[in-house]
């Protein structure tokens, strides 16, 4: 009997289902939107019994779509939208308060609270201290149900990410537990000792009976006993920390970066965490039996999302794809630069109050060079954060692994190669945020029997070398770097 490896995606605009056979190929995936609820302005929130039926659903559709059973499965891996609070009611398994997602400013004035603590935080977590991470959103609930905090106390709720949610819907309320990639984004983990830190949680006041037990990546989670008895989850991580395992970045200095609506870029820095100081977070990549490996991580804001801008609002293309073709009718370097920090920039320039520019127009400009300098725009922001990363870990990006939707853009991908001078490597497997928690699921189940195998099925697509000659990606930099003053100091 065909046997293949379930995995769940559970993410913020969807859920995901697919079924990876024994050579890492996707045989068959199933899709759902969910729904995000936007109270107030700046609030996210999303109906986690929503978020659950929706990953039933999907599940349904793969099985029912190719006609499998559950006896087809081999093993469940999970992957998931990081940092979104669940506090449900440890009586009745209902939650108490809407999930916060990530993106959820809403606990900004408890972050604000808690400034005194940053260094702490930074030390302990590798974190800075912001609403996107877990902690402040618990004590948002907290704060916000009748005695919040008193029924924290006396054990009567439960707090997890959406792994964990999960994890214990799918074993009929038997299991609570997440895995350390997932418990390294609440802000309460403290990477040193591999433990949740009491000293945080006193400061923050949230009680430890709240939340769930901490597990390797690669592990025997919990038995979906609700789907059949004796199925288990195998393999479970945040989507960034996923994402770096199925790129098969196993090795110290080993990266990818994420081209979507953002750029998620994660680099392995090995056994000890490497702390940043140029805004850059650390967290933990995986843990496979005892063995932990850490990352670092940066994002860029605005990556695919100003190629949305260039079709929705300045209406230059009618779909995103059509860029390629305005930028490869460009001869030369048309010398103009777009700075797309429409909310500001991230690492490592942490600007929140700057915004967006353009530089170097003449009379000769045109809407093909407008278009380039834009793409450009997203691979020089990565550079950036390549740059800050190989300073801070010491290490050089020799090989940059790539996956999400703007990667289908071979100029783009040409264009990185070049500033950055390293190789561009896409996979062939471009769904590597299930692929990697398929990858961790196998491996503790025995469907694949080390990593070795792991690697020997991993392929690669397409390869992009570095071709521009050194003195202009010098000139390049330059402008750049003074395009991003320039846009600094206009405020
Ligand atoms: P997300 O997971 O963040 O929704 P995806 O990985 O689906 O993002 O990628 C979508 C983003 O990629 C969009 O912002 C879109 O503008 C950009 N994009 C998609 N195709 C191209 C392309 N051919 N060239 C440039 N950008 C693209």
Redesign the pocket.
Known sequence: MNKYILTIDQ?T?SSRAMLFDHDGNVFFKAQEEVECLFPHDGWVEQNAIDLWLSVLSVINDVLARTNLTYDNIDSIGITNQRETTVIWDRATGMPVHNAIVWQSRQSAKICDGWNEYKDLVHEKTGLIINPYFSASKIRFILDSIPDGQQRAEKGELMFGTIDTWLIYKLSGGKVFRTDITNASRTMLFNLHTLDYDDELLKLFRIPRCILPEVCPSSYSFAEASVLKPGLMITGVAGDQQAALFGQNCFNEGDSKN?????CFLLMNVGKKPVLSSKGLVTTIAWQIGKEVVYALEGSVFI???C??WL?DEMRMIKK??E??AYAMKVVGEPGVYVVPAFVGLGAPYWDDQCRGAVFGLTRATTKEEFIRAT?NSIALQSKDLIRAMEIESNKKIKVLKVD???T??DY?MQYQSDIISSKVVLPHCLETTSLGAAYLAGLESGYWKDLEEVKHIHRIQKEFNPKMNKALIKEIDRKWKSAIKATRTFK
């Open positions: 993410g605009t994420t081209y979507g609506t953002g990556g695919g999302a190629i949305q079709r995103a794809s860029s390629e793409l999400g939707g703007a289908a853009n783009l």
